[in-house]
């Protein structure tokens, strides 16, 4: 994994952080408080990304709604492929949720 290179306490103490976060609310002002409004948006950006390769989605689609590059969308989908499934995981998780509503 290349996050590996950046293990270790500090990114420990962020993710223990993230995971103590109770809501949607609370990662309002967590990431407003800790990220740049281009670092949320990118963030935000690759996740939708992702779905909509996921979903099956062209370039030309995915570049139409999200305004994303195409550099972005090759880097989203080499995660998707040759990653360690972390979008796979939260996606699906997210798609599990959808279903319970």
Do not use: P, W
């Not at 103590?20 to 407003?32: A, G, I, Q, V, W």
């Not at 995915?62 to 972005?72: G, L």
């Not at 995981?89 to 959808?98: K, S």
């Amino acid at each position: 994994m290349q996050i590996d290179k950046l293990r270790g306490e500090e990114l420990d103490q962020l993710f223990d952080a993230i995971l103590t976060l109770k809501n949607r609310e609370e990662c309002y002002r967590f990431f407003d408080d800790i990220a740049t409004m281009n670092e949320i948006q990118a963030l935000a950006q690759r996740l939708m990304v992702a779905k909509m390769l996921d979903d099956g989605q062209t370039y030309h689609a995915i570049v139409e709604e999200s305004h994303a590059s195409t550099t972005t969308i090759s880097r989203v989908k080499r995660c998707l492929t040759y990653g360690n499934d972390g979008y796979k995981m939260v996606l699906d998780r997210l798609n599990d949720e959808e279903g319970e509503q």
